[in-house]
């Protein structure tokens, strides 16, 4: 059972950067691949990125590429989210999640979690 803790949110204004953390707990964590999924009010959930098991592959979503970087550190049992250039339409609360046993980065989707974090608040505003 993996189980996700994400710190890190909080108000940035329009072309400033926050970087989010996820520190998940259980023995499968370096076997798993990693992501981030964001929900804006009124919106369904969806997928940000996505790290594969030894951190070598990263998948963006075309609305973040270039502008964000997902990370993680397997001695350290840390995932991260390095956000740049946010813009307003970046507001939402950011999850961190862990993928179902065998699920690659490439293919991580919504249907494919195992494990989700609580949630981190991050707003873009002037």
């Known amino acids: 059972q993996v189980q996700l803790v994400e710190s890190g949110g909080g108000l940035v204004q329009p072309g400033g950067s926050l970087r989010l953390s996820c520190a998940p707990s259980?023995?499968?964590?370096?076997?798993?691949?990693m992501g981030w999924f964001r929900q804006a009010p009124g919106k369904e959930r969806e997928f940000v990125a996505a790290v594969s098991r030894s951190g070598v592959s990263a998948y963006y979503a075309d609305s973040v590429k270039d502008r964000f970087t997902i990370s993680r550190d397997n001695n350290k049992n840390w995932v991260y989210l390095q956000m740049n250039s946010l813009k307003a339409e970046d507001t939402a609360v950011y999850y961190c999640a862990a993928a179902i046993q065998g699920v690659g980065a490439a293919t991580f989707s919504l249907d494919r979690v195992d494990a989700w974090g609580q949630g981190t608040q991050v707003t873009v505003s002037s």
């Open positions: 259980g023995r499968t964590f370096s076997t798993r691949a």
